[in-house]
């Protein structure tokens, strides 16, 4: 069915941004008779929730007949957004459908000027959008006067209250006229909200719109499987592989966001972070980045799981597994919205195979595939093939263009030229890292383990009858089998079970090699880039060794213990111990240890 005409000048603001026909939430909201009804409506991100309440909330602003809202004075409307991000989404969203009505629309959200908003406030407004504590404190400042207040508006209500605004948001609803519209929006009826609906709601209209078979139906859930010690890498890979023009990479804590966004720029992605501890300029102006495609990748914490709406976001990673279904399924909400289709990848480490099961399975995924961390000679395939599709390839010539197009053609012949264009395609992708794949059919571990290995390792003395191989690092450079054995592996693309015993002496480390590994692991160390980590073959040692250090205390983060003299690093933020996540998670990007003694220079990769 198509708009109803109920306000003319909505209608045309529809028409001039190309909406022709409504939503399911928008049709369902737009129903006759509920023009003065309360609404508790749950419906999924991306379903156009922002223009369904501002289309049914338009007949309680606007006088009958009229197509302009009187001068403003105090607020008619308050719209309450769980973030900031959203909070500016639904000011420019209701800013557009609003403008020919002379709305005044006016937002308070924290991390800006709180002086100017209250400026704006004095000066009148039709509609106030915020943030539940910005909005509660220009209320008891009496900056903000609800006695006009005609409508509320309760955006993402499930996130608000999981985020503790449950105070705030009785505060701003007891400061509302008790004759006013309550429309609640929320992906989920849970209980809480059910109470705070019977609390604040009068005979509220129930419409449900979210669909009970399948979650997500535009958006492609890929399960990537890695090693735990290849994590921070196969995020690499993974995003080399899918080549999305705008991707979003979730990790669990400020501290990581920052590590895997200095570790993607330092590979070569143009890429912008969002947690927390920002500003709101810098959040804006990374967002702004990304929209204007400047940027192509934005790393961040769940802060930014909700309010942003990008239509390049077609790559949704999590570097972390969420730790309940519903903060899944708000993560990847943010690609494969509108109806348009979408990836999400999921990065799961064997060992927590079940528990990314069992996630799937809470959110009511069922169309989630497995597959393994994209090899190199996989993603050359892929930017093989898009080469070849490139849309530039097809593209007439310009008349400024045919004189030097003439040159080059004159000068150098078609294999010259098809080979500088491999090149210069080539030079501006990032590097693919060298993973050793995972079996999709490698049982899911009890325990756990991160990328230092199993806890209780202490040393190696087992035989295994193999090859001898030599590495720089010994005592002296504190070298310890909890951290040699994943660098071992990630050089020579080996698991533990293929390495034998380790002997570590003062300047260097001999280890073993089982025999039908040998091969691959020396054709593996020869490609390597390691130049402080130099693994070369060597005889067995005949006689016997300086028994290994004992294990020292690791560092936080999974990472290998720091050398002598080396900086201890940012801590992270504190405050976000609730978000932690699960260590044995924690993407690794760098080959060795984080730091080494005297002599070593260790580089990340």
């Not at 995003?239 to 990790?251: D, G, K, V």
């Not at 450079?477 to 034998?500: F, M, Q, Y």
Request: proline residues 6%; positive net charge.
């Amino acid at each position: 069915m198509p708009f109803p005409d109920t306000v003319p000048s909505l209608s045309r603001a529809l028409a001039a941004r190309g909406y022709e026909t409504p939503t399911a939430v928008q049709e369902a909201v737009l129903q006759p008779g509920l023009e003065t009804r309360d609404l508790l409506v749950s419906a999924q991100t991306g379903s156009g929730k922002t223009v369904a309440f501002g289309l049914a909330f338009a007949p309680t602003l606007l006088p009958e007949g009229s197509e302009r809202l009187p001068p403003a004075n105090q607020p008619l409307a308050l719209v309450i957004a769980p973030t900031r991000e959203l909070a500016l989404q639904v000011q420019t969203e209701l800013q557009w459908l609003y403008a020919e009505t002379g709305a005044r629309i006016v937002s308070c959200i924290g991390g800006t000027d709180a002086r100017r908003e209250a400026r704006n406030l004095s000066n009148g407004a039709h509609i106030v959008v915020g943030t539940p504590g910005r909005l509660c404190d220009h209320l008891s400042r009496g900056a903000l006067d609800l006695k006009d207040l005609r409508v509320v508006v309760l955006d993402e209500a499930d996130e608000m209250l999981d985020l503790g605004f449950r105070d705030e948001l009785e505060q701003l609803l007891d400061a509302a006229p008790v004759e006013r519209r309550t429309l609640l929006f929320s992906a989920t009826i849970a209980r809480e909200i059910a109470n705070l609906a019977r609390r604040f709601q009068k005979n509220a209209e129930r419409i449900n719109t979210v669909s009970t078979s399948r979650q997500h139906d535009d958006i492609a859930y890929k399960c990537v499987l890695t090693a735990p010690s290849d994590i921070g890498r196969g995020i690499v890979n993974v995003l080399r592989y899918y080549e999305s023009p705008t991707a979003m990479l979730f990790c669990n804590t400020r501290a990581m966001v920052a590590q895997v966004q200095a570790a993607l720029v330092e590979r070569g992605f143009a890429s912008v972070a969002i947690s927390g501890e920002m500003g709101q300029n810098e959040r804006s102006r990374a967002i702004e980045a990304l929209r204007s495609g400047v940027a192509r990748v934005c790393v961040a914490t769940d802060v930014a799981a909700r309010g942003i709406d990008i239509p390049a976001l077609s790559l949704v990673i999590h570097a972390n597994m969420p730790s309940e279904a519903a903060t899944l399924l708000h993560r990847s909400g943010r690609t494969g919205r509108a109806g348009r289709k979408g990836t999400c990848v999921v990065m799961v480490p064997v060992n927590q195979r079940r528990k990314a099961e069992r996630l799937l399975s809470y959110a009511k995924i069922s169309n989630a595939e497995w597959e393994s961390v994209p090899s190199a000679e996989a993603i050359l395939k892929q930017d093989a093939r898009r080469l070849m599709e490139d849309e530039t390839l097809f593209a007439p010539s310009q008349p400024a263009e045919d004189a030097l197009a003439s040159q080059l053609a004159n000068a150098h012949d078609a294999h010259q030229l098809a080979t500088a264009l491999v090149r210069l395609y080539k030079s501006r992708l990032p590097s693919v890292e060298n993973i050793r794949p995972v079996s999709l059919d490698a049982p899911a571990g009890r325990g756990r383990m991160d990328e230092r290995g199993p806890r209780e390792f202490s040393g190696r003395v087992d035989r295994l009858g193999g090859e001898w191989f030599s590495l720089g690092i010994g005592r002296t450079e504190r070298a310890d089998p909890k951290w040699l054995v994943p660098l071992i592996c990630r050089l020579g693309g080996v698991t533990k079970s293929e390495i034998g015993a380790i002997h570590i002496n003062t300047d260097h480390t001999l280890f073993e090699i089982a025999p039908d590994s040998a091969e691959r692991f020396r054709s593996c160390v020869a490609g390597s880039d390691a130049d402080e980590a130099k693994i070369e073959p060597a005889a067995a040692p005949t006689g016997p060794s300086a028994p290994p250090r004992g294990p020292r205390r690791p560092r936080e983060g999974g990472f290998a213990p720091r050398g002598k003299g080396a900086p201890r690093g940012d801590r992270g933020d504190r405050g976000d111990r609730g978000d932690r996540g699960d260590r044995g998670d924690r993407p690794s990007f760098r080959k060795g240890p984080a730091g080494a003694g005297k002599g070593s220079s260790r580089k990340r990769y």
